[in-house]
């Protein structure tokens, strides 16, 4: 069973900064997509960016120019640096993963991430 776990997430001022991980108890090298999605409190959960085994991204317009999502094959893990961070970027934020040829389709169990003064 293929499990993933997030952390590095807290409390942080408007403006500031935090990087998430998304550790994979799987070789991350034979995953197609590994994404962040984040969920506010009485919103539906989103997507906010995505990074592919051959390393495109794709981001959020919200998160645009101000998140970088990036994957370390050998750590079997996955991260989001997140900067100039804003009061609605607090979420839940949970990692999700995808092999096409297995069906794959793990989430973890999230972190919160608050931004307030």
């Known amino acids: 069973q293929v499990q993933v776990v997030e952390s590095g997430g807290g409390v942080v001022q408007p403006g500031g900064s935090l990087r998430l991980s998304c550790a994979a108890s799987?070789?991350?090298?034979?995953?197609?997509?590994m994404a962040w999605y984040r969920q506010a409190p009485g919103k539906q959960r989103e997507f906010v960016a995505s990074?592919?085994?051959?390393?495109?991204?794709n981001y959020a317009d919200s998160v645009k120019g101000r998140f970088t999502v990036s994957r370390d094959n050998r750590k079997n893990t996955m991260y989001l640096q997140m900067s100039s961070l804003k009061p609605e970027d607090s979420a839940v934020y949970y990692c999700n993963v995808l092999q096409y040829i297995s069906g794959l389709n793990v989430w973890g169990q999230g972190t919160q991430v608050t931004v307030s003064s």
């Open positions: 799987t070789r991350t090298f034979s995953i197609n997509v």
């Open positions: 990074i592919t085994g051959a390393g495109s991204t």
